[in-house]
């Protein structure tokens, strides 16, 4: 993911905050899905620090994201790992567990909203944008 629109329709969806990272997902629109891929996107604002900082923690990210997002993303969606201050600090074993971690609580979450948005009146479970 590369594109401001992006990055925000992906704020709209489900976001999970742990001390290393913050991730965000959303359900990818139809007209940029690929099959069998996942999108993904890094970010680090001012806060993180300077900006080699910025590029250090977003590095931190895309590592742990490599490790990770094979085995755990689904198909169909976007993903934005956000970086924390505690991100450049944070022992990488402990970074790849909180990726791993917010995977999991993201997903629990949506097919939460997916059991939800089944029932008759409720709706569907894909991010505005």
Do not use: W
């Amino acid at each position: 993911m590369k594109t401001r629109p992006d990055f925000l329709r992906a704020q709209k969806g489900r976001r999970q905050s742990l001390p290393g990272l913050t991730l965000e997902i959303c359900a990818s629109p139809p007209a940029a899905a690929k099959p069998g891929a996942a999108r993904v996107g890094f970010t680090a604002s001012r806060k993180v620090g300077g900006a080699v900082e910025r590029n250090r923690a977003k590095r931190r990210l895309r590592a742990a994201a490599a490790a990770t997002l094979p085995l755990l993303a689904r198909e169909g969606h976007d993903y934005v790992l956000i970086a924390r201050t505690t991100t450049l600090s944070r022992p990488f074993a402990e970074l790849s567990r909180d990726l791993t971690k917010a995977l999991a609580a993201a997903h629990a979450t949506m097919d939460r909203a997916g059991a939800v948005a089944a029932l008759p009146g409720e709706g569907a479970n894909r991010c505005k944008g």
